[in-house]
């Protein structure tokens, strides 16, 4: 009686209809997300790679996780009842879900990038914007982990690729400066459609810088790759260049700050030397109004720019020509070329 008594109160309390809807349609996905992005940095999505079974010691081994092995079999245990991985009768676990075998099994982790963006960015920037809106405050660089953020922005590789393509084809540049280069994979795909072109790539993490180099000194490029390490604000380059780009980078800079930086990249352009830049636009995409309000959230930046003030602030900046379409116009992606005037 005391029981039945019991159940109908926790059935009858006022909590339940809510908790068991977000509980039935929240949660769990929440819970399963966060799981996946986890043993992706962790490197066990990896580890796990192929149909590979490792049981907890060996898990342990593979992650070196030895400050506090005690936290992986529960951690592990979190994976198996989100259904990302199962655990066999011998205590082996592997991959379970179609997500994480397919996360595991793409080389190029830009999914994984995509993914842990969300999970870490996106979700902090939801989660705090009221806050900052009533207390003040923002978001900060070493809130990101530069390679992760290298790596997001490729999700929109083939766009910006055609962009690249297009340029090299158009205006057969000699030399080219890429500004925020990140990994180095635009620069590189720039060298590699054109077999004497010189790229001079800035970035201003140094941990990037060192990526790149590495990356560089492993191609039949290497000769015409360069990593520098320094702030299109102040770096000293004293070389003009036939192509400046920007991808992915305007929206790291203040509002006003932005002519200066573009007019900046104007003067390290030859005369009739072309910019290019590429960057997400605002659109209904919701991934793409979450990094818009995470570069809100962030002390240091701006919003995504939209078109309208992109141009003006080019023309502002002393650009001439300026011309911008979308690769694919399903996208909000989109490029924008201008000319440096003799
Ligand atoms: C979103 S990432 C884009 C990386 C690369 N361009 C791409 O599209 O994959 C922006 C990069 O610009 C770099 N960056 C930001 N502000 C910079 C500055 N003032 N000077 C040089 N690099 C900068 C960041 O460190 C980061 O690696």
């Given at each position: 009686m005391t029981k039945l008594r019991t159940l109908a109160d926790m059935l009858g309390a006022s909590w339940i209809p809510s908790l068991s809807m977000v509980q039935a349609r929240l949660m769990r996905p929440f819970y399963r997300m966060t799981f996946l992005a986890a043993a992706a940095r962790s490197g066990l999505l990896a580890e796990l790679r192929g149909g590979r079974r490792l049981d907890r010691a060996g898990v342990i081994r593979a992650l070196r996780a030895h400050a506090r092995p005690e936290l992986i079999g529960p951690w592990l245990d979190i994976g198996v009842e989100v259904g990302v991985l199962a655990r066999d009768?011998?205590?082996?676990?592997?991959?379970?879900?179609?997500?994480?075998?397919?996360?595991?099994?793409?080389?190029?982790?830009?999914?994984?990038?995509?993914?842990?963006?969300?999970?870490?960015?996106?979700?902090?920037?939801?989660?705090?914007?009221?806050?900052?809106?009533?207390?003040?405050?923002?978001?900060?660089?070493?809130?990101?982990?530069?390679?992760?953020?290298?790596?997001?922005?490729?999700?929109?590789?083939?766009?910006?690729?055609?962009?690249?393509?297009?340029?090299?084809?158009?205006?057969?540049?000699?030399?080219?400066?890429?500004?925020?280069?990140?990994?180095?994979?635009?620069?590189?795909?720039?060298?590699?459609?054109?077999?004497?072109?010189?790229?001079?790539?800035?970035?201003?993490?140094?941990?990037?810088?060192?990526?790149?180099?590495?990356?560089?000194?492993?191609?039949?490029?290497?000769?015409?790759?360069?990593?520098?390490?320094?702030?299109?604000?102040?770096?000293?380059?004293?070389?003009?260049?036939?192509?400046?780009?920007?991808?992915?980078?305007?929206?790291?800079?203040?509002?006003?700050?932005?002519?200066?930086?573009?007019?900046?990249c104007r003067k390290l352009l030859r005369p009739n030397g072309t910019l290019l830049l590429t960057t997400s636009v605002p659109g209904k995409v919701t991934s793409v109004s979450a990094l818009d309000l995470w570069f809100r959230c962030s002390d240091f930046g701006s919003p995504l720019p939209d078109e309208h003030g992109l141009e003006e602030a080019l023309n502002t900046s002393g650009f001439r020509d300026v011309r911008m379409y979308r690769p694919l116009s399903a996208f909000s992606l989109v490029a924008v070329t201008a000319t440096n005037p003799a």
């Open positions: 009768n011998s205590g082996a676990y592997r991959l379970r879900g179609l997500d994480g075998r397919l996360l595991a099994k793409d080389p190029s982790g830009v999914a994984v990038a995509g993914l842990l963006e969300v999970a870490l960015y996106h979700r902090q920037a939801i989660m705090s914007a009221p806050r900052f809106a009533v207390e003040g405050g923002g978001l900060n660089h070493a809130d990101q982990d530069p390679a992760v953020i290298a790596r997001s922005t490729r999700l929109v590789q083939p766009l910006i690729e055609s962009a690249v393509r297009d340029t090299v084809r158009d205006h057969e540049p000699r030399t080219w400066l890429e500004v925020g280069a990140g990994d180095g994979h635009y620069a590189q795909y720039a060298a590699a459609a054109d077999p004497v072109l010189e790229v001079t790539c800035l970035e201003m993490q140094e941990e990037l810088v060192d990526t790149m180099a590495q990356r560089f000194a492993s191609t039949g490029q290497r000769s015409r790759l360069r990593a520098r390490f320094g702030d299109i604000r102040d770096v000293e380059l004293d070389e003009q260049y036939d192509v400046v780009t920007l991808h992915n980078l305007l929206y790291y800079f203040p509002e006003d700050q932005q002519c200066d930086v573009l007019e900046r």
